[in-house]
């Protein structure tokens, strides 16, 4: 499962904006180096995208088991310091994950700031408007799966092969 931010559109950049991108793509893989990304495809078979295997990378997961109550939306979700620790350092980038717990989960970034629409806190640039990146083009957060793959890969996403 892979959870992130995908465009609605291919990203078409110019020089200067692709030389932003990649800058802001080395912090990202700094962070966390089995990130997976693309621009999209001008055949519109692969949205432009930035993901990460779910399990390692969200802030806070919490599993309720059937008849256990889920936390609360609007608070933060309980996940112990213990749990966080094992699932970060696990290296299982594939999860635990089935269909009969109830998944609880949140995803913090200072580098976003969906309010003012604007990429922030990078310290190597000001703030950017998101829209020099994508112009009017959606921005979906997504969770997915990518078919049978056990491992994050940097093979495309292709649309059809989804399971969002």
């Given amino acids: 499962m892979y959870c992130g931010g995908e465009i609605t559109k291919w990203l078409q950049v110019g020089f200067f904006i692709k030389g932003l991108c990649d800058i802001i793509l080395r912090l ?9 990304h693309s621009y999209g495809d001008e055949n519109d078979t692969e949205n432009a995208h930035m993901v990460f295997p779910a399990w390692t990378s ?3 997961l919490v599993m309720s088991k059937p008849g256990e109550e889920a936390p609360p939306m609007g608070s933060p979700f309980p996940e112990s310091k213990t749990a966080f620790k094992e699932r ?3 290296g299982n980038h594939v999860g635990n994950w089935n269909t009969t717990d109830t998944f609880s989960m949140s995803f913090h970034s ?3 700031d ?9 310290g190597v640039v000001r703030d950017t408007d998101l829209r020099r990146f994508w112009s009017d083009a959606a921005l979906r ?3 997915y799966e990518k078919g049978q793959q056990q491992q994050p890969t940097n093979s495309p996403n292709i649309k059809d092969e989804l399971k969002h």
């Fill in 28 to 36: 990202a893989y700094t962070l966390n180096p089995v990130l997976h």
């Fill in 58 to 60: 969200l802030d806070s």
């Fill in 88 to 90: 970060k350092k696990s």
């Fill in 110 to 112: 200072m580098y976003m």
């Fill in 114 to 122: 969906l309010q003012s629409w604007t990429l922030t806190n990078l």
């Fill in 141 to 143: 957060f997504v969770i």
